[in-house]
Each structure stands twice: as structure tokens, then as C-alpha cells.
């Protein structure tokens, strides 16, 4: 079984419409973040959490909001799409010890398209 | 931006040839981490390099770093057609070593 799931996998969805992106890890990983991917394009950060009541925002987070439910979920928000939100998005965790603690293990992605 | 750069944007290579991408970022680093997507997936990680280290092997992966000129190259020896793919860095944030930037990638493409 996969040690990052996301869900839904692939969504469409219409202007203005609230959607949610979940995240569920068992890698016992204290650190989780979201990140989208645009065609041609690296990853850029959302929002980043270190633990349960630590909640950050990353370059992007205008128009975005999350919810750490539990140390092994993350959710995602989009209040109200909008087209230009549409692209893939990624959940990663980070964790352990040492410098292992910083290398990020992804999700399979959602791929979000806002019509 | 602290957001590494890769270069070339695209390469195609044939099988057995090999492979070196770039990577150049701005400010100062605690490591940096190379990582493979293949299309459409998620980033799988290949390998960190720590600040204070200059080269560092992981199977048929060599990456160098070189603090001085802000710069870091994976070389992938004896490419084979499953090496296809997109590669990225990451580099820590100098203000908060928890949070990563990722290049916009090299895109791989290696013939059989």
C-alpha cells in the first residue's frame, strides 16, 4: 500500500465551486505539505505544516486554505475555484531523524481542473 | 526567489549514453535534493547533497555541488530508456530549513 494517498485522484469542477483535496500518510511523518505543479513547471509550495497545531503558508496560499485533522492528514481547500487554480497537486510528508528528516516522499497527485 | 534552475530544460540521449543535468540557485543552502518524476506522477527522491559536502554516488547517479558558484549536476552513467523522465532540485530555504523550492526541471529523454 502506498505510504502517501490522495484523494480524489483526478476531479473537474465548475468556476466558483468550494473543493477539497485530502491527504492521508502512514509514514508517521510530523511534517506534510502541498505543492502544485503547473504544465512544464517545477513545484511550487501552498501551505506546509510541522505538526497538528502548526500551520504555514507557503508562496502561493492566496485563494487556498488546509486543515491538519490528525498528524496523518492534510486537507486542501479551494473556497471558490477558479480556472488558473487548475493543475496537479501534490502532497508530500517529511520526517525521521537527521538529514533524512528533509527528504519529502510525494503522493500520486490530483489532477484539478476548473472549467 | 531561492528556486533552483535547471538546465538543459530538455535532453534526449540514446540508451547507454550519459546524462548530465544542472542545476544553479541563488542563496545560501543547508543541502540540496535531486528528485525523478515520471509523467504525470509523483517526485520520487534520488539523492541529497549536504552544504558541506562536494560529491556524492548513489548507483549509477553522481551529483556534485559546488557552494562557491551556487551550482549542483547530476550525471547519470549507462542511461537506459526507463531513466526517462523529468528531474528536479530542491534546495532548502535559508530562512526556514523546512521548506524546499524546486527548478522548473530537465525533461530526460532517453532512446532505446
Known amino acids: 500500500d502506498a505510504d502517501v494517498t490522495q484523494t480524489p485522484r483526478n476531479r473537474i469542477t465548475k468556476t466558483g465551486k468550494r473543493i477539497m483535496l485530502e491527504c492521508s500518510q502512514t509514514k508517521g511523518h510530523d511534517r506534510m505539505y502541498w505543492y502544485r505543479q503547473d504544465p512544464g513547471l517545477g513545484l511550487r509550495l501552498i501551505y506546509y505544516?510541522?505538526?497538528?497545531?502548526?500551520?504555514n503558508k507557503g508562496e502561493i496560499s492566496d485563494g487556498y486554505s488546509v486543515s491538519r485533522q490528525a498528524q496523518a492528514k492534510f486537507s486542501l481547500s479551494l473556497e471558490s475555484a477558479i480556472p488558473n487554480q487548475t493543475a496537479l497537486y501534490f502532497c508530500a510528508t517529511s520526517g525521521g531523524a537527521g538529514w533524512e528528516r528533509d527528504t519529502q516522499y510525494f503522493g500520486p497527485g490530483t489532477r484539478l481542473t476548473v472549467l | 526567489s531561492q528556486q533552483g534552475e535547471e538546465d538543459p530544460q530538455a535532453l534526449s540521449i540514446q540508451e547507454g549514453e550519459n546524462a548530465t543535468m544542472n542545476c544553479s540557485y541563488k542563496t545560501s543552502i543547508n543541502n540540496l535534493q535531486w528528485y525523478r518524476q515520471n509523467s504525470g506522477r509523483g517526485l520520487v527522491h534520488l539523492i541529497l547533497i549536504r552544504s558541506n559536502e562536494r560529491e556524492k554516488h548513489s548507483g549509477r547517479l553522481r551529483v556534485t555541488l559546488d557552494t562557491s558558484k551556487k551550482s549542483s549536476s547530476l550525471l547519470i552513467t549507462a542511461s537506459r530508456a526507463a531513466d526517462t523522465a523529468s528531474y528536479f532540485c530542491?534546495?532548502?530555504?535559508?530562512?526556514?530549513?523546512?521548506?524546499?523550492?524546486f527548478g522548473s526541471g530537465t525533461k530526460l529523454n532517453v532512446k532505446p
Open positions: 505544516s510541522f505538526d497538528v497545531k502548526d500551520i
Open positions: 530542491a534546495t532548502d530555504a535559508p530562512d526556514n530549513f523546512n521548506k524546499f523550492y
